[in-house]
């Protein structure tokens, strides 16, 4: 499936990715409904297929409020597994 064309617009990808990161998307992603499918298609290729210079920097701050996202979830699903004990986290090790 080809969704055209390309995102580029700020305020929509904002959008996209405070959906993402606020677990509104959830529930979207575990059906693998059109919602999750636009919104991951259009960010990821706004960040790894789009090639305008003066986009750069938004696309470093989308990357990095998706990737803070992740490591935040990674971290809690290690606390999770260790059975409600106080542990230290310290990465991937």
Not at 20 to 46: E, K, N, P
């Amino acid at each position: 499936m080809k969704l055209g064309p390309l995102q580029d617009d700020e305020g929509i990808l904002e959008a996209y990715v405070k959906a993402w990161v606020s677990g509104a998307l959830d529930r979207a992603a575990t059906r693998g409904s059109m919602a999750f499918t636009l919104v991951l298609h259009h960010l990821s290729s706004f960040i790894f297929l789009f090639h305008a210079n003066d986009k750069i920097t938004l696309r470093n701050k989308l990357a990095k409020s998706l990737l803070r996202d992740y490591s935040k979830k990674q971290r809690h699903e290690v606390l999770n597994f260790s059975g409600g004990r106080i542990t230290y986290w310290f990465g991937s090790d």
